[in-house]
């Protein structure tokens, strides 16, 4: 079943291809206009818009150009009378998938449908356990459209072989969306095997990735295969890539190049059958021209490049994943929480989050140990983001406040003495007994 957008400002027009769309199978949201049709692509993502030419205001065409500007992997089908062939022709160039012209008959309509829901979903990819056609992505919790189009990117990048270059600040989840590039292809079923480049020591790195020969250097007491070989078959994820040193870049060139892997001290290749996704946090066009980056590598790497979005970015993420994780972690303390109080998913929702979704997480994990009732307050996530306590009060409520903390102190300075606070004070005695008894003091609760 797919989201389709119809738009038309014709209502029987409408209605007719709605009804055939939704015995088709298909769910059909429906706009008069494009600037209607705009507004609705930005609240719920379709996977194919099928509009008029000729509509109110700006036109089909116009239409066209706005989606492929914003939303570049959503299919467009025009439908045209016979005066607008040309413009249809003419925007087909341009990157519109196709074009019915009217009148046109139901099966007509569906061909092209199908073939451009094939395009944006590629009918390759390995059918999902259950048949549930968002398990590849299920990790990964977003109702934002900079993740819908990222995740449409991911969807249609994931059937091909193509090498991928995730970048994106540290945090942001770029392993996710490496792990769901490889459940959305047909590797599915092989192994996805990850590393951190620049967690490993230099000496140990070149074995962790193409293995090594017993005796091949002082410890090797037993061979290791390596992980190229570990995920052949299935993809190997290169996490901070730019982290690798010089000498290593050399030899994973040799292996993107050759298809095999020389393990550390043995003079016979391995041939792998593996699928190569990486990611970095750093800008390595700048390492490239500071001498750290092979630009060769580089290119062999970036055949396709993703860059994952800040969580700053996907604000309406936020309140998403904050009460995802808090069920997940209540979970693992073994604790009785709801959620967020409002001025708590507020604060969540404003902070700056320079650590992202990984910050989010650790954020969520300190307030869910700490809480003592089913709904977190706000104090306690001001206290895991390190952020000031700020309240604002009215002039009266900041003046009794301070009425009250200035008697409290006059009084423990004196030992409960009502004289001698009044004389501090610069109060006469049955005037500071009226202040005490304003806020419920008495001088016995100060004397030792």
């Known amino acids: 079943m797919a989201n389709l957008l119809l738009v038309d400002d014709d209502p029987d027009l409408l209605k007719l291809l709605s009804m055939r769309l939704t015995a088709a199978g298909h769910r059909v949201t429906v706009a008069d206009s494009a600037e209607a049709a705009l507004t609705q692509i930005s609240l719920a993502r379709p996977q194919l818009v099928i509009s008029d030419v000729r509509l109110p205001g700006r036109d089909g065409l116009a239409l066209f150009d706005e989606i492929h500007a914003r939303y570049p992997a959503l299919p467009v089908i025009l439908l045209t009378a016979h005066g607008t062939i040309p413009d249809a022709v003419e925007a087909t160039a341009r990157g519109v998938f196709s074009y019915l012209t009217k009148p046109f008959d139901g099966k007509a309509l569906l061909d092209k449908v199908d073939a451009a829901l094939a395009l944006a979903t590629p009918a390759t990819l390995v059918p999902e356990a259950g048949g549930e056609d968002e398990a590849w992505r299920s990790e990964i919790v977003s109702r934002s459209n900079c993740m819908a189009d990222l995740l449409a990117e991911v969807r249609m990048i994931a059937a091909s072989d193509a090498r991928v270059l995730i970048t994106g600040e540290s945090g942001t989840g770029k392993e996710l969306v490496a792990r769901a590039i490889h459940r959305a ?62 000498p290593l870049q050399v030899k994973l060139l040799r292996v993107l190049q050759e298809g095999s892997v020389r393990p550390v001290g043995s003079t016979q290749a391995v041939p792998v059958d593996v699928r190569v996704i990486s990611a970095t946090h750093r800008d390595l066009e700048v390492a490239m021209a500071e001498g750290q980056f092979r630009e060769d590598l580089y290119y062999r790497l970036n055949v396709v490049s993703l860059r994952v979005p800040t969580l700053a970015e996907r604000r309406e993420d936020i309140a998403l994943l904050a009460n995802h994780f808090l069920l997940q972690l209540g979970e693992k303390y073994g604790k009785r929480v709801t959620g967020f109080a409002p001025d708590a998913i507020k604060a969540l929702t404003t902070a700056r989050w320079p650590g992202n979704v990984r910050q989010l997480h650790n954020v969520v994990e300190q307030v869910c140990a700490l809480s003592t009732t089913p709904l977190i307050p706000l104090s306690l996530v001001q206290r895991a983001l390190r952020t000031p306590s700020m309240e604002v009060l009215t002039y009266a409520q900041a003046r009794e406040r301070f009425e009250r903390d ?37 001088a016995g609760q100060f004397r030792a």
Request: proline share 4%; glycine share 12%; aromatic share 8%.
């Open 406 to 442: 200035y008697l409290v102190g006059l009084l423990k300075l004196t030992d409960g003495n009502v004289a001698d606070a009044a004389r501090l004070a610069d109060r006469n005695r049955t005037e500071f007994y009226r202040l005490l008894q304003r806020h419920n003091l008495t």
């Open 185 to 246: 292809s047909p590797r599915a079923a092989h192994p996805f095997v990850g590393v951190n480049c620049g967690a490993i020591p230099e000496s140990l790195l070149e074995s962790e990735l193409f293995g090594h020969v017993k005796g091949a250097f002082s410890g090797a007491v037993g061979s290791h295969r390596g992980l190229f070989v570990a995920a052949d078959g299935g993809t190997l994820f290169l996490d901070e890539i730019g982290d690798m040193p010089l």
